[in-house]
């Protein structure tokens, strides 16, 4: 009975360190210059567009929205970013957290009162960077917890 245990044991772990290997591997890291800013919250570096994590910015249609993409436009257009990015997809778009010169991109536009925490995908994360003017951004329902 205690080599079963035994064998039990080291077959969960085996299997633990196989999908913890595999996890990691759905994890990329990309650096390339931002090539076109979508709106507030999606950028694209080359041909990858990305989903920044854990944000909400106004459509491009609603108040504040092309304000929040010009900001975005402005600080990384032609620069170099590195992008963590997972292996999670939101329609044609990479989700990732992006830097530029080592400050996540992210907690910049919420500062600056363009977009807000999301909570649900970002633990959290930004909303110590909240802004009344980005307080005032309605939360979208995606946001909302589960």
């Not at 205690?2 to 299997?15: E, Y």
């Not at 996540?104 to 909303?127: F, K, P, Q, T, V």
Request: proline share 3%; aromatic share 6%.
């Amino acid at each position: 009975m205690n080599k079963t245990i035994l064998w039990l044991a080291l077959l969960v772990t085996v299997v633990l360190a196989v999908m913890a290997a595999r996890q990691d591997a759905r994890r990329d890291t990309l650096v390339g210059a931002v090539t076109h800013v979508r709106d507030g919250n999606t950028i694209e570096v080359g041909e990858v567009a990305i989903r920044l994590n854990g944000i909400a910015a106004p459509a491009l249609d609603a108040p504040g929205g092309r304000a929040a993409q010009k900001f975005l436009d402005q600080l990384v257009f032609g620069n170099t970013v590195t992008c963590d990015l997972s292996s999670v997809r939101s329609y044609d778009r990479r989700i990732g957290t992006c830097f530029l010169d080592g400050k996540d991109i992210a907690e910049a536009i919420i500062a600056a009162g363009l977009a807000r925490d999301c909570a649900r995908y970002s633990g959290g994360r930004y909303a110590a960077f909240h802004t009344a003017a980005s307080m005032q951004i309605p939360l979208p329902a995606y946001c909302a917890p589960r």
